[in-house]
Structure formats: C-alpha cells, structure tokens
C-alpha cells in the first residue's frame, strides 16, 4: 500500500500561481508514473499532467505552457507548479501514482479556488 501526503493548495486570485505537492510513502514496488488529476464540481476528474521515471511528461492541453510537472526520484514526491492560473483551473487536485503492477494509488485531494 502506498500513502499519498498532498499539500499546496489553496485561493489565489486569476493570473497568479501555486505549487502543488505530493510525497509518496515507500512502496514494495517501484512507482513508475506520478502524476495530477483534477475534478471540478459536475465534471469528470481529467488527467492535468504527469511524469515518468525518466522525467517524460504529458499535459492536458488546457494547462500546456502554463503549468509544470516535476518529481524527486529519491523523495518519491511530484510537484506541479501552476503558473497564469485561471478561474477555470479550479477544482480538487488529486495525486495518481501508478507502479510496476500497474495499481493506481489516490491523494486525499487538495482543493485550488481561483477567484478575485
């Protein structure tokens, strides 16, 4: 079982920017992709961003060149830095993993409010 520790949510006026972070407790197998998902209130949760163990990203196009994936191999902990964010960027952002097997483990969720 693998423990997911969010933080770095929070309210921050359109335009302005917050960095999201996720440790990953130690895991009997190796963790391959780390990634963030997000789910606005009546929507499905999409896939923001993620990151391989060899540092390969993939971003929703809605956040690309805005938004910055990132993780620390030896922390086991992946960071998103949200740049010129929107009111359209709010939602609760979940934390994925994925190892070797292939199981998915979920965060608690952190909630992002872009509002002025």
């Known amino acids: 079982q693998v423990q997911l520790v969010e933080s770095g949510g929070g309210l921050v006026q359109p335009g302005g920017s917050l960095r999201l972070s996720c440790a990953a407790s130690r895991s009997t197998f190796s963790i391959v992709v780390m990634g963030w998902y997000r789910q606005a209130p009546g929507k499905q949760r999409e896939l923001v961003a993620d990151i391989s163990t060899s540092g390969s990203t993939n971003y929703a196009n809605s956040v690309k060149g805005r938004f910055t994936i990132s993780r620390d191999n030896a922390k086991n902990t992946v960071y998103l830095q949200m740049g010129s964010l929107k009111p359209e960027d709010t939602a609760a952002y979940y934390c994925?993993?994925?190892?070797?097997?292939?199981?998915?483990?979920w965060g608690q969720g952190t909630q992002v409010t872009v509002s002025s």
């Open positions: 994925n993993v994925k190892n070797t097997l292939g199981t998915n483990y």
